[in-house]
């Protein structure tokens, strides 16, 4: 909506300010026709159905619209209707802009910047005094923002949007204006628009052949695919940034909904309460307002025709992957999940096929949980619309009858956040600004400051029981709005373990268990109890934004040291080689007139004019500088030629390196399995990375469940494997000189009996020698859902260069390794080993111990080749840096 009504005298001065008489009589044509005519508002048919628009009913069998021209449709909604204010809000990765469509009555969007500063008092400011809280509260208004189909084959969300804004622009039902005058809906009609497009245009490519309805090959978006809803904690990804501002930092709505969609033959439609375990840092309130708005979804729903609706089923709440971290910022965070058809293509359930599975429905039956099944049959898109269309109606009718309470509720959250701040431990967490790492305090200081927490330094030396507290030390007070989600995220997890009968089974974790700031990236991190008031006094916030660069060496000649304790260090290595400057490595810890210069790091010369303002750009560290060179038998570093086997399945632990190695401005070039397997095809490269991908995938293009195997839903140009043939090329690649790192589930490339071929009637066979141990472990017990382990380093090697002695690896323990005696040009070293006890850094493990002294991490030689082998991802979704210089030195590996 551009402009709600000109006045009639407005319009007047605008035509006398025309000169041409025909202009005049045109305009004066106009005016009657403007006075003729209905208020805009009242019009009964405001902008274009979206029957009209897109040429088809959206949610029609095998119809879909794509995001530009969803968005195009709000763009008319929005200048038609004064209803509708479509605002951007931010940019996708892939450059498409983010919208949010704010749809209320006229009266509320003209004072929608008034609305805007009501919430953000609501929701920070502790001090305000009850009246005014009360003026403002009887002011207010309810926001209420859904989020669309973030996850961009769940289709269903987003098809439906065009629906309920041209109902909502042209509704006369007096209840629902009663919504409209009392809540301010604001719905991102897609949360991926890159996503969307992919989904959207691969469906129509296959839309009339055999493969209609295959998935999309490779992650619907820039990197990270369905993984981008377990971002909203470290905010990596530009789109999480964009949503993840809009409530943390800009339209504080109070009430939050993600719309997505599940599986198809279970349940038609999940509303929250969620299922245990359940967050503990969240405030009981947060969780009672969630059953409010959950139930009167099943409630209004199964009568308006819905069956199949469950709730509190399935979807647990303990971890802040999604935007529930909203839920940590004192929001009623709520979900909905919607059973999926082929994406717009029908299906058919058979009864026998409906099934239930997990926590809280056992049995596909009548249970309080999901007092109407569905009963099987067609299943189509316009069902999930229709779904949709009932789900929002409700929600907007639970916001708009609990207006005054649910505004109150957030000034009572933010008051009662302060005050559990100021009374419960911990009060503070403390980050000293001496780190290891200190490119990553950095990093954690301004990730912080965009999750909307306040951030503070000390001024001074303080003493604290014993304890010195430093000038520049980091202190984030837990007296503030936000104060569970910077305690979620600054302690060590304690997974809330809780059992479905006393004694009885686990109920078992949806998804990894740790996700600690501090511990994740490497940093010490201590808490103080309760408020002193010494450090009271001598806080201030930090700059905005954070860096630690008191003055960059802006010296043309002589030589920069970055030091391998930073992982910033690699990134102005890697990008001094791409600008063709000098970088040399120093291979063991040098003292510089009295400078520790340790081992790993980086001497950069040759930097001037504009090539020095390129690494000055970026970074947050200052180097050291040397006039003549610290070490002259450092060596050169010359960028390898990396080569990421990627396979179309979906494979986000290759998009998150992909991602990993843009930040670090790493060139590398994607390969597919099957390309391997072609006969003309050769590699040619330096390091061929494998990350965590099924090996039948690499292998056969099939996954499989023990000796079951299934077929992808992919053409079968997706399909392919590397086979036997690619994978001779894998180890002769090896065999020759080269180096691959491999990671999680694709070690088993390399586990068990190699044959290199060497002409058609000999070959070479060899192990290398380990074994992964893990189906062992777990039959003994082992239970490690994606946990923070400890891990000791062996010292002095290269691929260690820039650790600590210890590290903390994201794991789900499936591989587990042990080796053994090499034999012939075979050798080996263990990286990382697990410790004798105390493994469990943060998150769940059960039966820890049995991972004693088993090895993480191992490097062989074979030849003058080298294959390394980690047991967990060194770059796990983006959220552990802390491991990174183990991948990095891995690339540099000589
Ligand atoms: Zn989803």
């Known amino acids: ?41 009242l019009l009964a048919q405001t902008g274009p159905s979206p029957e009209d628009f897109f040429g088809f009913v959206p949610g029609s069998d095998r119809n879909m619209f794509d995001y530009d021209q969803l968005i195009a449709y709000c763009r008319q909604l929005d200048q038609a209707s004064p209803r509708m204010l479509l605002k951007e809000a931010g940019e996708s990765p892939m450059g498409k802009k983010i919208y949010i469509l704010f749809i209320s009555s006229p009266q509320n969007l003209e004072k929608l910047d008034r609305y805007k500063e009501i919430n953000r008092k609501l929701a920070l400011d502790w001090k305000m005094e009850d009246t005014a809280r009360d003026a403002l509260i009887a002011e207010g208004k309810v926001f209420l923002l859904a989020t669309l189909s973030m996850h961009s084959n769940e289709v269903g969300p987003t098809q439906s949007a065009p629906q309920i804004a041209y109902t909502l622009a042209n509704t006369q039902d007096p209840e629902m204006l009663k919504c409209l005058d009392n809540v301010v809906f604001m719905v991102v009609p897609n949360h991926n628009p890159d996503g969307m497009q992919m989904v959207v245009e691969n469906y129509r490519k296959y839309k009339s052949t055999p493969y209609e309805g295959c998935s999309l090959p490779g992650v619907y978006n820039k990197y990270v695919g369905h993984d981008n809803n377990r971002d909203f904690v470290t905010l990596t990804q530009q789109d999480t940034k964009v949503i993840s501002g809009i409530y943390s930092k800009e339209w504080f709505p109070q009430v939050m909904v993600e719309k ?14 969620m299922h245990d375990p359940i967050a503990q840092n969240i405030d009981e309130g947060i969780w009672n307002w969630s059953w409010v708005f959950g139930s009167a979804m099943a409630k209004d729903m199964t009568a308006a025709g819905c069956s199949g609706v469950a709730q509190h089923y399935l979807f647990d709440d303990y971890w802040p992957g999604s935007t529930a971290t909203a839920e940590w910022k004192n929001m009623i965070g709520l979900l909905t999940e919607a059973a999926s058809a082929n994406t717009a293509t029908p299906i058919y359930i058979e009864k026998n096929e409906l099934k239930v599975g997990g926590k809280g429905l056992a049995e596909y039956k009548k249970s309080i949980n999901m007092p109407l099944p569905w009963d099987g049959g067609w299943w189509r898109l316009s069902d999930i619309v229709r779904y949709e269309i009932q789900s929002t109606w409700s929600l907007l009718r639970t916001a708009s009858a609990n207006r005054e309470e649910i505004m109150r509720f957030r000034n009572h959250m933010c008051r009662n956040e302060v005050l559990k701040g100021k009374t419960l431990a911990p009060a503070y967490f403390v980050v000293p600004a001496l780190q290891h790492d200190r490119s990553e305090l950095v990093a954690l200081v301004n990730l912080l400051l965009e999750q909307g927490v306040s951030v503070s330094q000390l001024k001074v030396d303080i003493m604290w029981n014993d304890k010195m507290l430093h000038t520049g ?89 970055f030091s391998s304790s930073g992982n910033e260090s690699y990134k102005a290595a890697f990008k001094s080689v791409s600008l063709g400057l000098a970088v040399n490595r120093i291979h063991a810890n ?18 001037k004019g504009q090539k020095v303002s390129v690494l000055k750009d970026f970074l947050t560290i200052a180097p050291e500088w040397f006039r003549e060179n610290p070490d002259s038998t450092a060596t050169a570093v010359q960028m ?30 994607v390969l597919r399995p099957g390309d391997l397997a072609k006969k003309t095809f050769e590699l040619n490269c330096d390091i ?67 044959s290199i071929k060497l002409t058609e009637t000999e070959s070479e066979d060899f192990r290398f020698p380990f074994t992964n141990d893990s189906e062992k472990l777990r039959k003994s017990g082992l239970n490690c859902p994606g946990s923070l382990l400890k891990v000791k380093l062996f010292p002095d090697h290269q691929l260690t260069w820039g650790m600590k002695p210890e590290a903390g690896i994201l794991t789900t323990a499936e591989q587990v390794f042990q080796t053994s005696q090499p034999s012939f040009d075979i050798d080996r070293r263990v990286i990382a080993s697990y ?13 820890e111990e049995l991972l004693s002294n088993y090895a993480a991490m191992v490097w062989f030689r074979k030849g003058k080749g080298n294959l390394v082998v980690y047991g967990f991802s060194p ?14 030195n891995g690339l540099l590996l000589k």
């Open 1 to 41: 909506m551009r402009i709600i009504i000109k006045s009639h005298a407005q319009i007047i001065t605008r035509i006398i300010k025309l000169s041409s008489m025909k202009s005049i009589l045109f305009c004066l044509v106009f005016f009657l026709m403007v006075l003729i005519a209905p208020n805009k508002s």
């Open 260 to 273: 997505h969609q599940m599986g198809s033959s279970g349940v038609r439609y999940f509303v929250p309460p």
């Open 473 to 561: 030390d980091i202190i984030i007070p837990l007296a503030q709005p936000f104060r569970a989600f910077i305690k979620e995220v600054m302690e060590a997890q304690t997974f809330p373990a809780r059992h479905y009968t006393p004694g009885g089974e686990l109920i078992e974790p949806y998804d990894i268990t740790s996700w600690s700031l501090p511990l994740h990236k490497g940093l010490l991190a201590y808490e103080i109890p309760a408020v002193v008031e010494d450090i009271e006094n001598q806080l201030e916030p930090v700059p905005v934004p954070y860096a630690l660069m008191k003055e960059f060496p802006n010296h043309e000649n002589g030589y920069w040291v």
């Open 590 to 607: 040098i003292n510089v007139k009295g400078k520790i210069l340790p081992a790993g790091s980086f001497i950069v010369s040759g930097a």
């Open 640 to 669: 390898p030629r990396i080569v990421l086997v990627e396979s179309w399945f979906h494979n986000m632990d290759a998009g998150w390196t992909r991602y990993l190695f843009d930040q670090y401005d790493i060139p590398y070039s």
């Open 688 to 754: 061929i990375i494998f990350t965590d991908e099924d090996k039948n995938v690499l292998m056969e293009g099939k996954t499989k469940v023990g000796e079951e195997s299934f077929p992808a839903n992919l053409p079968p140009e997706f399909t392919k494997g590397m086979g036997k043939d690619g994978f001779q090329k894998i180890l002769k690649f090896i065999k020759n000189g080269g180096t691959i790192l491999s990671w999680g589930n694709s070690c088993a490339l390399f586990q068990g009996l190699m």
């Open 835 to 847: 410790p004798e006890d105390h493994i469990l850094l943060s998150g769940y493990c059960q039966k």
């Open 875 to 888: 770059q796990f979704r983006g959220s552990t840096p802390g491991t990174y210089k183990l991948l990095f």
